[in-house]
């Protein structure tokens, strides 16, 4: 049986592994989220912080914010009483995605490591659609 100071050393010793790999990835996210805000114009792009990690699995998602269509659609299933606003938002994060590549294996891991992503991604690109009406009078 091993002692508690080896157990102690070997948890310490994978944790600092894991935390260089997470440094390492989160490097990679935000080089394309910087190359995304170029595209797509700094306020027209949200970045969501994914809250664990995993090694192949991003630490950021980026969505766009939503085109005028999309927000309508989304309005529109939101609007009746007893809405699934939760399927809304998801439906808004899979039309404004960015980042990772809906194709990739690190948009399938993080999916299906943190499954609430596609919401909170959704509401952000929401709250950018509708920052950019305010800012346009609309």
Do not use: C
Request: avoid cysteine; glycine fraction near 6%.
């Amino acid at each position: 049986m091993a002692s508690l100071e080896q157990i102690e050393r070997e948890r310490a010793e994978r944790k600092a592994a894991l935390a260089d790999a997470r440094l390492a990835q989160r490097e990679q996210d935000m080089q394309r989220l910087n190359e995304l805000e170029i595209e797509h114009g700094d306020s027209n792009v949200a970045f969501v912080e994914v809250d664990r990690f995993s090694p192949g699995m991003p630490t950021i998602a980026v969505v766009r914010g939503l085109r005028r269509p999309e927000l309508k659609r989304f309005r529109d299933l939101t609007r009746p009483k007893g809405a699934d606003a939760a399927a809304a938002a998801e439906m808004s994060a899979e039309s404004a995605w960015l980042y990772p590549d809906k194709d990739s294996d690190a948009y399938r891991a993080l999916v299906d490591a943190v499954p609430g992503i596609l919401t909170r991604a959704g509401v952000a690109a929401v709250h950018l659609a509708a920052g950019m009406e305010q800012a346009e009078g609309k």
